[in-house]
């Protein structure tokens, strides 16, 4: 999901209080909230040495303790919280992510967005990592894990390359 459709989403349903579904099924506490609102620029080299750039907006949730149960977020909230990261968050397609401490910090991409009985559901996904230069790395295509990721997206050169991909290959990273 990108930036613009996220907001769309929080404006049509300020009222609903927030949840996010991860991808093994279990869910982000119920009491989280948005400590962070970050713009990430990622630069970097393939291992074929196309040079290669990627940009994300990032939402860091934090849970507190157990029995902060009346903290609940809205779309409302979360829409004034992007408004006031509007200085950091450049215009554009920007494909956003949850980042949420499940073990271990973990970036999900929001795969989609369901409003139900007066919450909206954030669907997350799992990122993957992939060979984005088998034919100039000498990586095997085959021995690659089929993980359902596009191969369609391109640098910012607008070179075509494979890539890593969000949300079951429906958004590329690399793009």
């Given at each position: 999901m990108h930036l613009h459709e996220?907001?769309?989403?929080?404006?049509?349903h300020p009222g609903h209080t927030l949840a996010c579904t991860l991808p093994g099924g279990g869910r982000v506490p119920r009491h989280?909230?948005?400590?962070?609102?970050?713009?990430?620029?990622?630069?970097?080299?393939?291992?074929?040495?196309?040079?290669?750039?990627?940009?994300?907006?990032?939402l860091q949730v934090w849970t507190?303790?157990?029995?902060?149960?009346?903290?609940?977020?809205?779309?409302?909230?979360l829409g004034r919280i992007l408004d006031l990261?509007?200085?950091?968050?450049?215009?554009?397609?920007?494909?956003?992510?949850?980042?949420?401490?499940?073990?271990?910090?973990s970036q999900f991409p929001i795969e989609s967005a369901t409003a139900a009985d007066g919450e909206l559901v954030f669907r997350l996904a799992t990122k993957h990592a992939a060979?984005?230069?088998?034919?100039?790395?000498?990586?095997?295509?085959?021995?690659?894990v089929d993980n359902g990721c596009s191969t369609d997206a391109?640098?910012?050169?607008?070179?075509?390359?494979g890539t890593a991909c969000c949300g079951g290959g429906k958004t590329a990273c690399c793009g």
């Amino acid at each position: 999901m990108h930036l613009h459709e996220l907001k769309s989403i929080l404006l049509a349903h300020p009222g609903h209080t927030l949840a996010c579904t991860l991808p093994g099924g279990g869910r982000v506490p119920r009491h989280f909230h948005v400590t962070e609102v970050g713009h990430v620029a990622k630069k970097f080299v393939d291992c074929g040495g196309t040079v290669r750039a990627s940009d994300t907006c990032v939402l860091q949730v934090w849970t507190g303790r157990a029995d902060d149960d009346g903290h609940r977020l809205t779309g409302a909230k979360l829409g004034r919280i992007l408004d006031l990261a509007r200085p950091v968050l450049p215009d554009g397609p920007l494909p956003v992510e949850i980042e949420h401490d499940e073990g271990g910090v973990s970036q999900f991409p929001i795969e989609s967005a369901t409003a139900a009985d007066g919450e909206l559901v954030f669907r997350l996904a799992t990122k993957h990592a992939a060979c984005l230069a088998p034919e100039k790395c000498g990586a095997n295509a085959s021995d690659a894990v089929d993980n359902g990721c596009s191969t369609d997206a391109t640098t910012t050169a607008g070179a075509p390359a494979g890539t890593a991909c969000c949300g079951g290959g429906k958004t590329a990273c690399c793009g």
